[in-house]
């Protein structure tokens, strides 16, 4: 609740539609009058800086003090105008409550950290991005434009309402105004394509914008792979008894698909040939798939799916017809919880046949198998694939830890039919799970020996290089080993680095200078070019612009098309 003390006037006490916050902070910079961004940051965020991030929020405890409980929760305020509900539909709930922890006290710096984001090949900073048609409906509606949630997706680069492209701002994301409050002007925003958007980028916008739209919503990494390898089945893009990838048909069809979102920002990162783009696929269709960044895994289901409503539908499918597959880590307390199950082991025990049982309670007969073996409860099998010896060999197999594929490829049957059994089998699972991991840390302990048994004085960072599965999984799961066996490895022998080419590096950048000032020029219509729009041109520049003494040649090309802009 807000005091007459922290009570900030012409504070915007009413959201307008889909606005994000940053929208409504700057709304209030604008009618407060305020010189300095600091002064409007410190009077809502109680700090000169933290809190303006225009993606992620920040300190929102002490925002809502000063705003009082007309503009909601720091719960309801993350989840309807911010950017955080795409990376958290995808997280597990003890990371959303951490996150919305650190969403009403902490820095977005914080936030990012949290989600990976830093690390990741995709950009942390979203620029902000604008429909003109809308600017110009907010003006005539509410006065002034803002700032839409949804036109600042990641993904997201056509207007739902108009159908034409996004704008985006050549501040913010840029580190140009990076700490101020900013409202949209026409004259921000970098040209929008000419061209009408190709299909693609309308399913990937439309995917993207209907998965915000789920308030609360938590999808299953495990259930998402297993609904994607269904989908590429129906398509034809599954071979074999052991339904393994087409590598060339699938690669090449989703290459396709992603090609003209390769030039949109944020999206570059993206498989550019078909051989990326089949170890994409085949990457999220694996039982390890957890850390997947939310708009690959995305950019995948507008692919595969006509729109959010019917992955879910096929995730829903998916999960009743394959009730044998292993639970995701978020959804198997919820499992152990319902009620069915107890229901179903009383009526087994009391002597009523599993499929009775199964019925009795609402579930399928398979699920009713899996439940009953959870419970060690052996069921009588009638089966109608694995007959005679095959499913004697199967099961050694499978108590030896060997994989699900290669079992499936021995029996010559499928991948489905391999999960069922390592689920309906009394202790089976658990078996095949423990020699799954023996054996795995024997592979990986001796794909690690033998590296830096082969490379002595190279160090650990050199084997880490060659070798980063293996150090991967060990750091994991087997790091009192690894450290005992990297703790006596000779440091490696320091070589210096290469001199920087400066010269290769001048005559590049001037040349992308004036090339990117000649398409401005002449394509464009642009008259007076600025640093920010260089810099929105040519990411690299920025970084290097404090060295422009040791390149002359771009120094020369910036003036020359920017004039006393670099001065001021």
């Not at 398509?235 to 290459?255: H, P």
């Not at 009638?382 to 197999?397: M, Q, T, V």
Request: proline share 6%.
């Amino acid at each position: 609740m807000a005091t007459l003390d922290s009570f900030q006037p012409g504070l915007p006490q009413r959201w307008l539609p889909d606005e994000t916050l940053f929208s409504l902070c700057s709304r209030y910079h604008v009618a407060s009058g305020n010189k300095l961004p600091s002064t409007t940051c410190r009077q809502l965020f109680g700090h000169p800086r933290q809190g303006c991030a225009h993606d992620f929020p920040a300190r929102l405890d002490h925002f809502l003090s000063v705003a009082g409980d007309a503009l909601g929760t720091a719960a309801s305020i993350v989840e309807e105008h911010t950017l955080l509900p795409l990376y958290l539909r995808f997280a597990s709930p003890e990371m959303v409550d951490a996150t919305s922890s650190a969403a009403a006290q902490s820095s977005s710096g914080r936030l990012k950290f949290q989600l990976g984001l830093l690390t990741s090949r995709f950009r942390a900073n979203h620029p902000l991005k604008a429909c003109r048609a809308c600017m110009q409906e907010d003006t005539l509606q509410h006065i002034t434009p803002y700032w839409h949630r949804e036109h600042q997706l990641p993904g997201v680069w056509i207007c739902s309402r108009h159908g034409g492209w996004l704008q985006s701002s050549d501040l913010k994301a840029t580190g140009i105004s990076r700490f101020g409050w900013l409202l949209p002007t026409p004259s921000q925003f970098l040209p929008a394509p000419s061209a009408p958007p190709p299909p693609s980028v309308t399913q990937l916008a439309r995917m993207v914008a209907g998965l915000v739209a789920k308030p609360g919503l938590l999808l299953s990494a495990h259930l998402i792979g297993q609904t994607f390898r269904a989908a590429l089945g129906n398509r034809g893009l599954l071979a074999g008894a052991a339904q393994r990838l087409r590598r060339v048909a699938a690669g090449e069809a989703y290459a396709e698909f992603l090609r003209p979102l390769l030039d949109l920002e944020q999206m570059g990162q993206l498989p550019a040939s078909s051989d990326e783009a089949y170890a994409e696929i085949a990457r999220q269709i694996s039982a390890r798939s957890a850390s997947v960044h939310p708009l690959r895994r995305l950019a995948l289901a507008a692919w595969l799916f006509d729109d959010l409503e019917d992955l879910l539908a096929r995730m829903e499918t998916t999960s009743g017809s394959t009730g044998t597959a292993a639970p995701a880590p978020e959804s198997t307390a919820q499992l152990q919880d319902d009620p069915r199950r107890a229901r179903l082991v009383d009526l087994i025990n009391s002597g009523s046949s599993t499929s009775a049982a199964a019925k009795e309670v609402g579930i399928d007969t398979t699920t009713g198998m899996v439940w009953a073996a959870a419970a060690g409860l052996a069921t009588p099998r009638r089966p109608k694939l694995l007959k005679g010896d095959l499913r004697g060999c199967l099961i050694a197999l499978l108590r030896k830890g060997v994989a699900k594929e290669e079992a499936a490829a021995y029996g010559e049957v499928s991948l489905q039919t391999v999960t069922t059994l390592l689920r309906t089998e009394v202790g089976l699972h658990e078996t095949w799970r423990q020699a799954g991991f023996e054996n795995a840390r024997h592979r990986n302990r001796n794909v690690w020996t033998q590296t830096t048994a082969a490379n002595p004085l190279s160090g650990v960072k050199a084997a880490r290089m060659a070798e980063p599965a293996a150090y991967a999984w060990l750091y994991r799961n087997d790091r009192d080993w690894l450290a005992e066996n990297t703790a006596k490895m000779a440091r490696p022998i320091r070589v210096p680095q290469a001199r920087v080419d400066w010269d290769s590096r001048d005559r590049q950048f001037a040349h992308q200078v004036r090339q990117v000032a000649l398409e401005m020029f002449e394509m464009q219509g642009v008259r007076h070019l600025r640093l920010p729009q260089l810099y929105q041109r040519i990411p690299e520049l920025k970084a290097k612009i404090l060295r422009l003494d040791r390149m002359p040649l771009t120094r020369a090309a910036i003036f020359a098309v920017v004039g006393r802009t670099l001065g001021r």
